[in-house]
């Protein structure tokens, strides 16, 4: 199990900005895709982006234009700048990684998750 470890949640404005950061405790495991998903007490859990281990990037509708996402593989790390914060992107955010042979094996790995609550 690959320990990962969320933070940069808080409150917010309407319109204001916030990053999220997630590491993965070890830097030796090799992680294929990384994501960001969201949960809010009324809706399900959604995939927020997504980037692969070449930086290929996935978004959200609801986000496009407004979050991007990275990553540093040398830590096995991803960040998610969110900008443009709306009222609806209250949830709490939670980071999520694959490891396995790409094809033969896969394995999913969960952070805690981190509130992000923005305020009108």
């Known amino acids: 199990q690959v320990q990962l470890v969320e933070s940069g949640g808080g409150l917010v404005q309407a319109g204001g900005s916030l990053r999220l950061s997630c590491a993965a405790a070890?830097?030796?495991?090799?992680?294929?895709?990384m994501d960001w998903y969201r949960q809010s007490p009324s809706k399900r859990r959604e995939l927020v982006a997504r980037?692969?281990?070449?930086?290929?990037?996935q978004y959200a509708d609801s986000v496009k234009g407004r979050f991007t996402i990275s990553r540093d593989n040398a830590k096995n790390a991803i960040y998610l700048q969110m900008n443009n914060l709306e009222t609806e992107d209250t949830a709490v955010y939670y980071c999520?990684?694959?490891?396995?042979?790409?094809?033969?094996?896969?394995?999913?790995?969960w952070g805690q998750g981190t509130q992000v609550t923005v305020s009108s």
């Open positions: 999520h990684a694959i490891t396995g042979v790409v094809g033969l094996e896969r394995y999913d790995h």
């Open positions: 070890e830097t030796i495991i090799r992680i294929n895709d």
């Open positions: 980037i692969t281990r070449d930086g290929v990037t």
